[in-house]
């Protein structure tokens, strides 16, 4: 066994305790004196030197913060089974029965809705993979990132169950767009972990809003659609809240970085289904539904976020950090002259002239 030294020990504490309260094992099951020797051995910080230098090492002094939330996330389980949402004697053979849209009749914009927010689900391999890379070995952030793919792995399962009992999707079509998207693996790659925690908060926000709205836009006689898509948006609820006082730690760590981060994420944010067939006019079908778009992003997402986040008065912010603020403002105003402009022509009236 790797004798820890005093120095290591010195180094280790101040690793995992920069003044805030922990508990005395890492939430892996871990003891401290292995963490201990991992970090004597030099495994995280092999790890750490893949990240982009900086002065201050966010990764390093964000670990108390990440087992913290990780604590208050198991502390509140939400244990369900997809297996027990499902009617399974409301099925049929598709060989006896073949799909129709007249199976479940619906609107386009919800359909639409459905077969987006299913297969992005279904990306669920690469976002992982895209977490793991900014998640060292030794670091409470990786066997987080364990815990969220576990659970975010029943959302696909649950849906498409309900999808093929209902009939709501046709299922032909839904393979198809599976096979499609998964083959071009294509998900957003932020460079660096300021970047990752700012896109996955607004990213975990925007998905709940996307799932609780299909949700109140299915017919009031399919309850069991309510109820998974209602299950689906309560992990999605637990994962954004995770991901949003991760980056309010950040922030107090890092500001300039956070506000970086931020600007460019919110500036240039796109859903993570980019690489479904068709992703544009489904979009398009969504957002006129009023289920999904630009409004809600708006209203929804990056106002609470930012709001709760309080970038208007950080303090001590490096120069590049506050012209993104200023950029991001400047973003924020243009999309909120958008929303204005399309919620005018939906209602009939003449933009007004400034």
């Not at 504490?13 to 094992?25: D, P």
């Not at 359909?111 to 987006?116: E, K, Q, T, W």
């Not at 093929?164 to 071009?184: A, Y």
Request: overall charge negative.
């Amino acid at each position: 066994m790797i004798k820890a030294t005093e120095a290591h020990v010195h180094s280790f504490t101040r690793y995992v305790n920069q003044e805030r309260s922990l508990s005395s094992t890492i939430r892996t099951g871990v003891t401290l004196g292995v963490a201990v020797a991992q970090f004597a051995t030099g495994k995280v910080q092999k790890n750490l030197k893949r990240l982009p230098n900086s002065d201050t090492d966010l990764l390093t002094e964000i670990a108390p913060d990440v087992e913290r939330l990780f604590n208050r996330h198991l502390e509140a389980p939400r244990l369900w089974f997809p297996h027990e949402q499902i009617d399974w004697g409301q099925g049929e053979n598709f060989a006896d029965h073949p799909w129709s849209a007249e199976n479940y009749p619906l609107a386009p914009g919800v359909r639409s809705s459905i077969y987006v927010n299913l297969l992005t689900e279904d990306n669920l391999p690469y976002y992982t993979s895209e977490l793991l890379a900014h998640a060292p070995a030794g670091h409470p952030i990786l066997d987080w990132n364990h815990q969220w793919t576990m659970e975010e792995n029943r959302h696909a399962m649950v849906m498409r169950d309900w999808v093929h009992i209902t009939r709501c999707i046709d299922p032909v079509m839904l393979e198809e767009g599976r096979r499609v998207q998964m083959f071009k693996a294509d998900v957003p790659h932020p460079e660096t972990l300021a970047d990752l925690i700012c896109y996955v908060s607004f990213q975990e926000r925007a998905t709940q809003i996307a799932h609780r709205n299909t949700g109140a836009h299915l017919p009031k006689f399919d309850k069991m659609g309510r109820n998974v898509l209602a299950l689906i948006a309560g992990d999605e609820t637990k994962h954004y809240l995770f991901y949003r006082d991760l980056a309010l730690a950040g922030f107090a760590i890092d500001p300039s970085a956070m506000m970086i981060a931020a600007a460019k994420q919110a500036s240039n944010f796109a859903m993570p289904g980019s690489g479904i067939p068709n992703f544009t006019r489904h979009a398009v079908r969504i957002a006129r539904e009023g289920i999904y778009g630009l409004s809600q992003f708006l209203k929804d997402v990056l106002d609470p976020v930012l709001t709760l986040w309080d970038v208007d008065h950080l303090a001590n912010l490096s120069p590049e950090a506050e012209r993104a603020r200023i950029d991001l403002e400047a973003a924020i105003a243009k999309l909120t002259a958008s929303v204005e402009r399309m919620a005018q022509r939906l209602a009939g009236a003449k933009p007004v002239l400034t």
